[in-house]
Every structure is written in structure tokens, then in C-alpha cells.
């Protein structure tokens, strides 16, 4: 009978005793950003309960316990290392640049609480952890958000292998005819994931891109009676809280360079831009209005003020949108922080 056939060729023994801890390992491995699925063995860890080969409470507290330490070790390094590390992060492929911007727009929405959401949005869970690091969330918070949503995401999935055990059991039964076993099936899965990582990541690297140029050169060229143009398309929010910014700089949206009509077409241009996908649409837009002499400071305004070289004070701003009643604020030390509004 399909119900006596064992999900995973291994002794009730050995599956009692080492379940929870490979379970344990497997999430832990993939919450330091590991690319292996998580979920495919905590399916089948629901069928193992179903079968009294394992323990739900069991495998929940290795699930939650391995989820946690792997978030816990990202916020500590977002902690520790601030901005750089996202900018780092970011800088790893157009992926991770949206997911970067798009778990920051969520948490100035609506607070912490993203925490626990994000563990079902594919991509979030991985980066909200070190983005809260660079927040002033307190630990506590953090923690208490973190555990909630390992808990309720661990929980989802063990009860959807215990729902739909019987038509797993089938799924093996086809699979061990053709001579596989549920290891084969986990380690294909894993495979056929990293390789959808690797083919999402190199779809979304288009071609065009703004050459880079170092602060050095930038800062040399600025000294000339007739200095380039360099242009900020940092979001406007970034802007608004930061406290200084490069000389002679022009704040422009990416998505409107009608400030720039003006400019000499045989300026050369700079920009300062948060990503790379940023970079890209700036570089489109500007080579569109004529312009052919257009690079990317690299580094940004972080490179540019840990090589010391002058900075101007951001003027008072004009039209600030109305704040959300709490402040969470971005931070990469004590002289240099982006405030941003959310619920905390």
C-alpha cells in the first residue's frame, strides 16, 4: 500500500535522531544566502510527522532555531558594517539591487514588521535581515519580528507536507520506479534552483551601463575653471537627509532630466547614482539627449568622503513631505546617515 511506503530511505531510527538536525542544517545554510531551497525537505519532514517518524515540535524549534541564526548573523553584520554592506550586496547583481530598494520602500511603509512578512516573499527574506542591521531597530525588536515569521513560515510549510502527504507518497512511487530515491529528488531540486539563480542573473544584466571613473580623477577635474557637470540621481528622500553632498552637484530625477537641458553638450557628466539599474537608465536618457561623454563616479558619495576630498552642506529643503509620526534612520557611523520615515 502507497500509505506504508516511506517518503526517505533511511531507517525510522536514523530518521528520528538526525530529521531535526538536518532539518536544522538545511535552513540555517540557506539563510546565510546559500543558494539551496529550504523548502522541498521541510515538506517532506511533514510527511516524516505524519508517519510518527518525527516530531512537529521538533522540527519546528530546528527550523526556527536555524532560520533565526542565519538572520541573526546578517543583522550583525548590517550592524556592524552599515551601509557598506548593502552597497556591497547591491552591487552583486540587478536582483539584489530591487530587492535592496524594494525592502527598504517596505520598511519606510510600514515599519519592522516587514520582518516577518518578508520570509514569504522569495528574495526578501535574505535581505531584510542585514538592511534592518543598518536601521536603529532595536535588537529586541528585530528578534521578536524575526521569530514570529520563522515560526509561521517554518509552520506553513510542515503542514503543507502533512496535508498533501498522500500525494507526495505518490510522487515518490513514481520516482522509484524509474529508479530515483527522495535524496536524488532533493539534490536535483537544489541543483535545478542554483541554476534558475544563475540564469535569472545573467537575463537581467543588460548591456548598457555608465563607464565608472574613480573620485580621484573627479575631484583632479573639478579644479579647472571650467569643471564638469556632475549630476545627483539619488532618490529624492536619500537626498533630502543627507548632510552634505559633492560640489557644484544637480539633483535630478532619473526618470526627468529636464534640469539638464541646458548643459553644454561637450560637458562631460557625472552621476551619482544608488545602483546600478539607476545607472543604466541615467546612461540611456543622457546618450538620448546627446550627450556622449557620461560616467559613474564609482563608489558614490561614500568612496568620494573616505578619500576626504571636499564636500558642501546640503541646502534647507524645499517641499519635505509630510513624516510619519516615528523616525528609523539608515546608518554608516556616527558623521554620515540617511533618516528615513517609517513605523518602528
Known amino acids: 500500500m502507497q500509505g506504508d511506503i516511506p517518503v526517505i530511505e533511511f531507517p525510522a531510527a536514523a530518521v528520528a535522531t538526525w530529521g531535526s538536525a538536518l532539518v536544522f542544517l538545511n535552513v540555517l545554510i540557506a539563510r546565510l544566502g546559500v543558494p ?3 523548502v522541498p525537505l521541510l515538506l517532506f519532514a511533514g510527511v516524516a510527522i505524519v508517519d510518527h517518524r518525527l516530531s512537529f515540535w521538533h522540527v519546528l524549534a530546528a527550523a526556527v532555531l536555524g532560520a533565526m541564526i542565519g538572520d541573526g548573523v546578517w ?7 552599515g551601509r557598506r554592506l548593502i552597497h556591497g550586496l547591491a552591487r552583486l547583481s540587478v536582483t539584489v539591487e530591487k530587492r535592496v530598494r524594494k525592502a527598504r520602500a517596505l520598511f519606510v511603509r510600514f515599519g519592522p514588521g516587514i520582518v516577518a512578512a518578508s520570509k514569504f516573499v522569495p528574495g526578501l527574506a535574505i535581505i531584510t535581515p542585514p538592511l534592518m542591521g543598518t536601521t536603529r531597530v532595536r535588537p529586541l525588536i528585530f528578534f521578536a519580528w524575526d521569530a514570529l515569521g520563522v515560526t509561521a ?12 502527504e498522500r500525494h507526495l507518497r505518490m510522487f515518490i512511487v513514481e520516482v522509484r520506479r524509474h529508479g530515483w530515491t527522495a535524496i536524488d529528488v532533493l539534490v536535483v531540486l537544489a541543483l535545478l534552483y542554483l541554476l534558475y539563480r544563475l540564469v535569472l542573473r545573467w537575463r537581467l544584466q543588460p548591456p548598457l551601463a555608465l563607464a565608472q571613473v574613480s573620485p580621484e580623477h573627479v575631484e583632479a577635474m573639478l579644479r579647472p575653471a571650467l569643471p564638469p557637470v556632475i549630476l545627483d540621481a539619488r532618490p529624492e528622500p536619500v537626498r533630502q537627509h543627507e548632510p552634505y553632498r559633492l560640489p557644484r552637484v544637480r539633483a535630478v530625477e532619473a526618470n526627468s532630466l529636464g534640469e539638464v537641458d541646458e548643459v553644454e553638450r561637450n560637458t562631460v557628466v557625472y552621476c551619482v547614482c544608488p545602483d546600478h539599474e539607476t ?43 509630510r513624516e510619519a509620526p516615528d523616525d528609523v534612520s539608515f546608518e554608516d557611523g556616527p558623521t554620515c546617515q540617511i533618516t528615513l520615515r517609517g513605523i518602528a
Not at 517554518?154 to 498533501?164: D, E, K, P, Q
Not at 540611456?284 to 564609482?298: L, N, P, S, T
Open 75 to 81: 543583522f550583525t553584520a548590517g550592524r556592524v558594517l
Open 36 to 38: 539551496i531551497p529550504a
Open 153 to 164: 513560515w517554518a509552520t506553513f510549510w510542515l503542514l503543507g507536507g502533512a496535508l498533501f
Open 279 to 321: 545607472a543604466r537608465t541615467l546612461s540611456r536618457q543622457m546618450r538620448d539627449k546627446g550627450f556622449k561623454r557620461v560616467r559613474a563616479v564609482k563608489g558614490g558619495l561614500d568612496a568620494w568622503e573616505r578619500r576626504g576630498y571636499a564636500v558642501e552642506p546640503v541646502p534647507p529643503e524645499r517641499g519635505r513631505r
